[in-house]
Structure formats: structure tokens, C-alpha cells
């Protein structure tokens, strides 16, 4: 029996957390643990306007279909980032195969909740990809299983030795467990919240701190997380660690000492350097100097000719 995690089933009337924890302050401090929770829609928050806690279409919409045959529904976040720097990585091998047509979803708009998105992905996050190289075309969701899909599928960045390929995917699991703590905690309640909260700040501070050490400490004895060479771990963790190690997300340099890891900002200057990581920073990004922006990516030539600064030269001539 596994009951000592769980809750014992209450034989009296049902309580709330109130009940129990009644000397402990609260935070508005007149809020109450009501006994049911309800959604309120106004609760605030940077993204309310899209957080609902139901899953499912909102509207019908269908994708598009470009004529490459990788399909990728995208945005320029750490999580979108990891899949545009291998499929440039595998373009740069010359894998033909991994051509791919970048769309921009727009998540604050909304977006991803539309029929033909939730089609693809029942979990209504980006990234997710189609390879419609395949029959029937296989959707693929979830940025760990898209780069463990197309390491697999055109057998690059994944060593084939089985301890070296256990290394690499300790790494990549490793980053899809940790970075919720990053994101949605620290950077949450750091950046985004509605009400500075001291315990919240602390406790997701001293974890993303944590986790910078166990990459600081893996990265001084090893030159990549999976070993000598560079995987689909490091695709996956770069684009989150990496940026904090250079004080890029939520301004908390300073705050996380983050220049004090030292391995980890050499090993993100090294990745930085590679020029299919470069481009794969630029796709569906929608902030920053405006020549880093590819809004929508259908041709290796766009990353000349279609960025931001240059389709507003082309504008304003
Ligand atoms: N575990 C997912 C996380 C994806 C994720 O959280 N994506 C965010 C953007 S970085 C998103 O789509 N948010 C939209 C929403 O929450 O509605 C993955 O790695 O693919």
C-alpha cells in the first residue's frame, strides 16, 4: 500500500485547507482556501488571458500546410528554440530531409487552442511538428520526444553506444523536469505575477540556483551534458539555462549571480558560436533587434531576405 503519500480518506464532513492551517497568514490576507475551487477569470496575472483549466479546442481553425516535409507550429521561446537549432543543425549536415516550413503561433493570442492546433497537440503548447514525409503524417509534440524523434529518425546528435545515448537522454529528461521550476516558477513569481511574494521568490530562486549547479558542476567535468559531444541534450537545454547563464530571461542576472557559473557560460558561448544555432534562434522569434526576427521560416534564403529589418526596408522603399 502506497497510502503514506496520499491523503487518508476523510470519514467526516469534508474540510478545506483553512481548517487546518488556520494560523498560517495569507497572501491577499484576507483570502480564505475556499472548500471548491472555482475559476475566476479575472484572477489577474500576465497570462490570464489564455490560462483556462480546461483543456480542448476553443475555436475551429485549421493549420497550414506548407511544401516542405517538416511542418513546425512554433514560437521563438526557449521551448521553441530547441527544435528550429536541430532542424538547422540536421539541414547543415545536409539532411534534406529535415527542410521544414516554420508557422508562427501566436500563444497570447490564443492560438494554440484552435482545432486544427489541438488536432496535433492535445496539450495546446508550442512547439509541435508533422513530418508528412511519413503515411499517414505523424504529429509530434512535446519538445523532448521532437528532438528525440529526429535524432532518431536521421540518426545524428543521439549517440548509438548505449551508455553514451543513456548519458544524453538523462540530460534531455533531466531539462523537461527542471525547467518548469525555471519557467513557471521563478520566472513566474519573479517576473510575471501579479504580487511580489517573498516565499514564492525564495523557494524558486534557490532551485533554479540548484539547478545551475548541477549543470555547473556536470559542465567542469565534461564538455557537453551527454559527454564529448554535442547532443540533443544540450539542444534542449540552452535555449533555457543558457539564457539564464547570460542574464537574457526575466532580468535576473544579477539577482542569480548567474556570471558565477562559469562552466555553464563556457559551454553556452560554445553553442552560441554555431551558426545553426544562431539561425535556430531567429526563427518565430517575435522580440529583440529586429534583424535576429524571422518571423515565419520556408526557405533556407529567408534568414537574408525575410527578417524583420529587412522587411521593413522593403516597406518603407
Ligand atoms: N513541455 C512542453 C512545454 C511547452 C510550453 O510550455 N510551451 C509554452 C511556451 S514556452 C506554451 O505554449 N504556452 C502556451 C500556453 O500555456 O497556453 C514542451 O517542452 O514542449
Redesign the pocket.
Known amino acids: 500500500m502506497f497510502t503514506s503519500f496520499l491523503v487518508e480518506p476523510s470519514t467526516g464532513p469534508v474540510t478545506s485547507m483553512n481548517d487546518e492551517k488556520a494560523d498560517i497568514p495569507s497572501l491577499p490576507a484576507d483570502y480564505t482556501v475556499p472548500r471548491v475551487w472555482e475559476w475566476n477569470t479575472d484572477s489577474g496575472g500576465h497570462?490570464s488571458n489564455?490560462?483556462r483549466p480546461i483543456a480542448g479546442p476553443t475555436h475551429d481553425k485549421e493549420l497550414p500546410v506548407g511544401k516542405h516535409p517538416v511542418q513546425l507550429y512554433s514560437?521563438g521561446?526557449?521551448?521553441?528554440v530547441k527544435v528550429t537549432v536541430m532542424l538547422e543543425e540536421l539541414l547543415a549536415l545536409g539532411h534534406h530531409g529535415a527542410e521544414y516550413d516554420a508557422w508562427l503561433i501566436k500563444?497570447h493570442e490564443g492560438e494554440?487552442f484552435g482545432s486544427g492546433y489541438v488536432d496535433i497537440n492535445p496539450?495546446?503548447?508550442?512547439?509541435v511538428m508533422v513530418d508528412h514525409s511519413v503515411a499517414p503524417p505523424q504529429r509530434v509534440?512535446?519538445?523532448?520526444s521532437i528532438l528525440l524523434y529526429l535524432a532518431e529518425k536521421f540518426g545524428e546528435f543521439l549517440p548509438e553506444n548505449h551508455a553514451d545515448r543513456t548519458e544524453t537522454l538523462n540530460w534531455l529528461f533531466w531539462q523537461?523536469g527542471s525547467a518548469?521550476y525555471l519557467?513557471g516558477g521563478f520566472g513566474h513569481f519573479y517576473a510575471y505575477a501579479p504580487v511580489r511574494i517573498e516565499y514564492a521568490i525564495n523557494r524558486f530562486a534557490m532551485e533554479t540556483k540548484r539547478q545551475m549547479d548541477v549543470l555547473e558542476r556536470r559542465l567542469g567535468e565534461s564538455e557537453y551534458l551527454g559527454g564529448d559531444s554535442y547532443t540533443i541534450a544540450d539542444m534542449a537545454v540552452w535555449p533555457w539555462y543558457g539564457a539564464l547563464a547570460k542574464g537574457l530571461i526575466y532580468n535576473a542576472g544579477d539577482f542569480l549571480k548567474v556570471h558565477e557559473y562559469t562552466n555553464v557560460n563556457r559551454w553556452t558561448d560554445q553553442i552560441a558560436a554555431r551558426p545553426a544555432a544562431r539561425r535556430g534562434r531567429m526563427v518565430n522569434r517575435r522580440t529583440g533587434d529586429p534583424a535576429s526576427q524571422l518571423h515565419e521560416r520556408h526557405d533556407a534564403s529567408d534568414f537574408e531576405t525575410r527578417t524583420q529589418d529587412k522587411i521593413g526596408e522593403a516597406k518603407a522603399a
Open positions: 497570462f489564455i490560462n514560437l521561446t526557449p521551448n521553441g500563444i494554440q496539450n495546446s503548447k508550442i512547439p509534440f512535446e519538445s523532448g523537461m518548469p519557467g
